[in-house]
């Protein structure tokens, strides 16, 4: 499942990385109210995984927005290799996530 989605840092801290250590500044999107575009790769109730080139600070707070979903809080577990990992802040509610565009297959269709 590939879901098209916009990731905010809500403290501008958790992109602030070395340059001498050969990083990646940080995208100047993400920095921003509305974010940058992220493609995620697997959610459920306590978390996700997505894309995202620029790396970002273990325990910093993101802002994940999905269409249908809305904007749900997380904080960083893991971040290597392009991808990130999160942890919602609340569990997110399986009803809330089959708002979600893309997330279609949940959702049980009445004939």
Do not use: W
């Amino acid at each position: 499942m590939y879901i098209a989605g916009r990731l905010a840092l809500q403290s501008p801290s958790g992109a602030m990385l070395p340059q001498s250590a050969g990083r990646i500044a940080p995208h100047p999107d993400i920095l921003s109210f509305h974010g940058c575009d992220v493609v995620v790769r697997t959610i459920n109730q306590d978390g996700f995984e997505a894309d995202l080139s620029t790396p970002l600070m273990t325990g910093a707070l993101v802002r994940l927005r999905l269409p249908g979903a809305g904007a749900m809080l997380a904080r960083i577990t893991r971040s290597d290799s392009g991808r990130i990992a999160a942890d919602f802040v609340n569990p997110v509610p399986a009803g809330r996530l089959d708002k979600t565009i893309g997330m279609a297959t949940r959702v049980q269709r009445v004939a």
